[in-house]
Structures are given as C-alpha cells and as structure tokens.
C-alpha cells in the first residue's frame, strides 16, 4: 500500500491560487459571454485587460505547480480543481461560440450594408451642366472593425 502524496505547503498555495484564478478567469468569460450576447459591445473593451492579466497570472500559476503538483492534489484541493477546471473549460467553450456567432453576424451585417451601398449607387445621382446625368459621385471605402 502507497501513503497518500502530501503537497508541500508552496504547492498546496500554489494548488489553491490557481483554482481562485480559475474562477475569477472563469467569472471573468461569463460576463464577457454574457454582453457579448446582448451585444454591448462597448462594455467588452475594458474586460480584455482584466482578462489578459488574468490569463497570464492563471499560466504562471499554472507553471509553477506543474503537472506534478496537479497530479499530487488530493481530497479537497483535488475536487477543487477539477470543479474549477471544468467550470474554466465550459465558460471558455461557451466564450468562444459566442465570439464567433457575434462575428459571423458581424460579417453579414457588414456585407449586407455593402450590398446597400451598391444598390443605391446604381441610381443617377444628379444632372451635369449639360443637363445629362452625371456619373456617379466619388464614394470613400468603408472600414469595419471586427475585433470585439
């Protein structure tokens, strides 16, 4: 029979940071998900550097403790981790097909205003001084931003 592994105390803190970071990165990514879905694009912005900063903090955390560490948790810190970790993994999953449906919208937003834009163009715009119609007028690109 094997005795139990014992994570040294910097592993046991090391074990219970990276499950906190996991749920404030994981709280994080519902909230995101969350506006991103009612599609407040504007109160996106100032997560991406909370978010940025956590999701370093969490590979650093989780470099530190390693897969050792991770394989050495046991009991609490053990069930811990795995509920956080699924927890992380479901509301990244969940993160990333909202980001993508919001730009494939995006995108068809985009290209029906285009297709618009084309349409109206085709009509005569105005008369020349000849009284013929003139071509049409100089028109400026269009730029869309599709970072979110």
């Given at each position: 029979?094997?005795?139990?592994?014992?994570?040294?105390?910097?592993?046991?803190?090391?074990?219970?940071?990276?499950?906190?970071?996991?749920?404030?990165?994981?709280d994080l990514l519902e909230r995101e998900t969350a506006l991103v879905r009612k599609m407040k694009i504007a109160e996106i912005?100032?997560?991406?550097?909370?978010?940025?900063?956590?999701?370093?903090?969490?590979?650093?955390?989780?470099?530190?403790?390693?897969?050792?560490?991770?394989?050495?948790?046991?009991?609490?810190?053990?069930?811990?981790?795995?509920?956080?970790?699924?927890?992380?993994?479901?509301?990244?999953?969940?993160?990333?097909?909202?980001?993508?449906?919001?730009?494939?919208?995006?995108?068809?937003?985009?290209?029906?205003?285009?297709?618009?834009?084309?349409?109206?163009?085709?009509?005569?715009?105005?008369?020349?001084?000849?009284?013929?119609?003139?071509?049409?007028?100089?028109?400026?690109?269009?730029?869309?931003?599709?970072?979110?």
């Open positions: 029979m094997t005795a139990p592994k014992v994570l040294a105390p910097a592993s046991a803190d090391a074990a219970a940071e990276l499950a906190t970071l996991a749920g404030s990165l994981t912005a100032p997560l991406q550097a909370e978010k940025s900063q956590l999701t370093l903090r969490f590979q650093m955390a989780l470099g530190t403790l390693g897969a050792a560490g991770i394989a050495a948790l046991n009991g609490a810190a053990h069930s811990r981790w795995l509920a956080a970790g699924r927890r992380l993994t479901a509301a990244a999953t969940e993160n990333e097909r909202a980001l993508r449906i919001g730009r494939v919208a995006t995108e068809r937003l985009v290209a029906a205003v285009v297709t618009a834009v084309k349409q109206s163009r085709h009509a005569p715009t105005g008369y020349s001084a000849r009284r013929a119609v003139s071509p049409e007028p100089p028109v400026a690109g269009i730029a869309v931003d599709h970072r979110l």
